[in-house]
Nanobody
């Protein structure tokens, strides 16, 4: 059974940090690009960051560049999203997802986690 389980969300104040984790099972983790997406109430799901499977190249949305850092530990089948200098506009449910290739479109991702809530107060 394929599972992606996010953790690490919570309520923080603006300027603080959180680290999200995405633990994966049920497929060969190292063969997949892992992406982080977020969805705020009333808004479409948007890509935040992704890390490739072959060369570990990292990609970021302009809105988080310089503040968020994605990483992966293939030995632990886990991807991390370190989020610093959080802003109220970062408030959303954050999902991790897996795709065979680097992509930003949600339709390119085969597997999804249920999400973890991140709330940033001003």
């Amino acid at each position: 059974e394929v599972q992606l389980v996010e953790s690490g969300g919570g309520l923080v104040q603006a300027g603080e940090s959180l680290r999200l984790s995405c633990a994966v099972s049920g497929f060969t983790f190292r063969d997949y690009c892992i992406g982080w997406f977020r969805q705020a109430p009333g808004k479409e799901r948007e890509g935040v960051s992704c890390i490739s499977n072959n060369d570990g190249k990292k990609h970021y949305a302009d809105s988080v560049k310089g503040r968020f850092t994605i990483s992966r530990d293939n030995a632990k089948n886990t991807t991390y999203l370190q989020m610093n200098s959080l802003k109220p506009e970062d408030t959303a449910v954050y999902h991790c997802a897996a795709s065979p290739e680097v992509a930003w479109a949600t339709g390119e991702y085969n597997y999804w986690g249920q999400g973890t809530q991140v709330t940033v107060s001003s």
